[in-house]
């Protein structure tokens, strides 16, 4: 049964473009055509003012909220999308298009390869963020929105945020990236990597052409899996989750079954992981967030020097020790160093890297409170002037 | 050329126990017979007081200190043991020996199983620290040794040392457990896990069975192995070490080849490992490590009532994320909770969990002061009062 506060039912789209000429990427090697998947919630106002594009992180797909006929479970970031909820679609629309390299109905490595009649495989260029960003743009003009209402997104979907206020700044109102980075770390690119080599050494991988074969390769998918599930709690986590419990015995076996709650935690989620997602795929993401640097220097300025008239919402958790605070404090501090209108938290959290999508009940008031602010700011007549709030404020009382 | 600090040509000896009647594991398994590789460097004195045991991690083995001959690199902890340094040989008499299941000299899975004549692979018992304790128990009565001067190690070596003070508490005089925990941690097992997995997903490993073919499960060990590096190292060393710098490469391939100097690292590590180490061994060392808790009902006390004439000096390091310092926090409230002499130091450190072997100039000043005051207690004819240091010296001064 679907909740009466959920968006209800809701499906998948897909847009094409670049059939006629090629989408050129930072890599420099082309695509033609690129299909990007996405899903909407809500209904774009006259004005064509209220969008709020939602970018989704690795494994993520455009199915952000509501359900999918015959669904038991409602799209990844339901919790926080919807009627009455953070982003609320009775006010806003709100797009979510799956990245490129993915495996949910956008260009990637699962599509076929017009040149060839297979599935592209590694054949399939490299992409950046940057190039995920612009076939969203692609997107949002295609949808005829002028101007963004907001961008969020946490993790990769925070760096995409972080690229879309760095490239389009004109293109969108606000951004909100969450736990996120604007450099990926050395630490990121090594836990990145082990994933792709546990991928590597499964020999049903077979260097990436495994489609037409009965065996993919699921076992180390499911080990990249296993690694990255990690990475995404906290030690306190897992000790308020699982502890020291055993699964389905009440003493040690002294075997290598399967023993403790954590072992069965994670096995359980590697292996579902490989029934949604594909090996390449992994890859091609991963890679892409490798990639992701927008300092100049070691500098964020240059980056965000455009982006003066867009409102920032940076949020970091205390317990995500994949994306430390210390990466969004870089980003607030180039953002204030330009003169943008930052508001940063570092939030209070047990739940890791994951907090961004676990900790609903403080995301929904933060979200609420700050796209609230600037809808109601947006209304009034001099909302033309990007100056801060507080500029506004004294206008007003004037 | 073997430096002049060193202890120079070594050689590792071997005990064979359990001969006659089995030796009983934790499990209630049995091993006949057993056998120890160790090391030994300096000499006992008349009085057999000046034994120092040190204990390995994971992938140690006996040889700590001084070189092998034709061997360029000298043992695991050399840094730290030898003529003048923090083990000073020419006061001590410094053992080491290989734990049980591993794959350096010691019984373990490698080891030919006297039933088949074949290497026991999984047919090997699992084995827990106390069982490896037990059996370094063995070795020192073999050695004539009453009571050690002091047990340490870091890491699964400062588990062996706190199972020595909690189970053998009139064996050992002092006991330095660094960088390490009495409890194993829901997210320590899940790393170990996750590596296990690794090995499994390879099908070269085969159930364990690959000591006569060609192919050995290679691929899976250097995955594990590699997380465990990222493991080993910090957020903040890493960024120092690697930062984004590329590998023999000016600019971004775009493709799946290693690019980043910390991918290249990994690689090179994961890939060196499968030639020294065993992937059985892994899984079996591994193992013993996610058993290890000395609580009862969540309270170490019960675990070192008797300890309270050990001397410690517990060791930890701020940037150590896989064993936080609040490890040892819990065993040093313990300690002090049941009246034991305890030195505890949280060492200011980038390094990660690698900084108790990286960090050796802090590391020997502490060490020299710490055995120095023992040694001089040990040698007043007040040694036998076993109260703290400061209780002796107002002795002294009446």
Chains 1, 2 share one sequence.
Not at 41 to 49: D, F, H, I, P, V
Not at 110 to 118: E, L, M, S
Not at 323 to 330: A, D, L, T, V
Not at 388 to 395: I, Q, T
Request: hydrophobic share 40%; proline share 5%.
């Amino acid at each position: 049964m679907i909740p009466t506060n959920s968006i209800g039912l809701v499906a998948t789209q897909t847009f094409t473009f670049a059939e006629d000429a090629p989408f050129v990427l930072d890599s420099g090697a082309t695509l033609q055509p690129v299909t990007l998947a996405y899903e909407t919630y809500g209904q774009l106002n006259a004005e064509r003012s209220n969008a709020i594009l939602i970018c989704h992180a690795l494994s993520g797909g455009a199915h952000a909220a509501g359900y999918h006929t015959g669904d038991e479970a409602p799209g990844w970031w339901d919790d926080c999308i919807g009627p009455g909820k953070a982003f609320d679609t009775d006010r806003f629309f709100v797009i979510c298009s799956n990245v490129l390299g993915s495996c949910y109905g956008s260009s990637g490595p699962t599509t076929i390869n017009p040149a060839t009649g297979k599935p592209y495989g590694l054949g399939f260029p490299v992409v950046t963020v940057q190039d995920m960003v612009r076939a969203q743009v692609k997107l949002v003009d295609h949808l005829r929105i002028n101007q963004l209402f907001c961008v969020a997104g946490g993790s990769m979907g925070g760096m995409q945020v972080l690229d879309w206020a760095a490239d389009y700044p004109q293109r969108l109102r606000a951004a909100i990236p969450l736990a996120t980075t604007a450099r990926h770390s050395p630490m990121l690119i090594a836990f990145s990597e082990v994933g792709r080599q546990a991928i590597y050494a499964d020999p049903a991988w077979n260097d990436g052409e495994y489609y037409d074969r009965p065996n993919k390769p699921d076992a180390g998918l499911a080990v990249a899996r296993m690694v990255g599930h990690i990475t995404y709690l906290s030690d306190d986590s897992m000790q308020e989750k699982f502890g020291r419990r055993l699964h389905g015995q009440e003493r040690y076996g002294y075997d290598f079954r399967t023993e403790f709650e954590v072992e069965n935690y994670l096995k359980y989620n590697g292996h579902k992981f490989t029934r949604r997602f594909d090996a390449n795929s992994y890859l091609y993401v991963t890679k892409a967030m490798d990639y992701f640097d927008l300092s100049t220097n070691g500098s964020l300025m240059g980056a965000f020097a455009g982006a003066t008239a867009v409102k920032f919402l940076v949020v970091s958790f205390t317990s995500d020790w994949l994306y430390p605070s210390y990466h969004s404090k870089e980003v607030v501090k180039a953002l204030t160093a330009v003169g943008a209108d930052v508001t940063y938290l570092d939030i209070l959290s047990r739940w890791g890297h994951d907090a961004f999508l676990l900790e609903v009940e403080t995301m929904t008031g933060l979200l609420t409170n700050f796209l609230g602010r600037l809808w109601r700011e947006e209304r009034k007549p001099y909302a033309v002037n990007r100056k801060p709030f507080a500029a506004n404020y004294e206008k007003e009382a004037q």
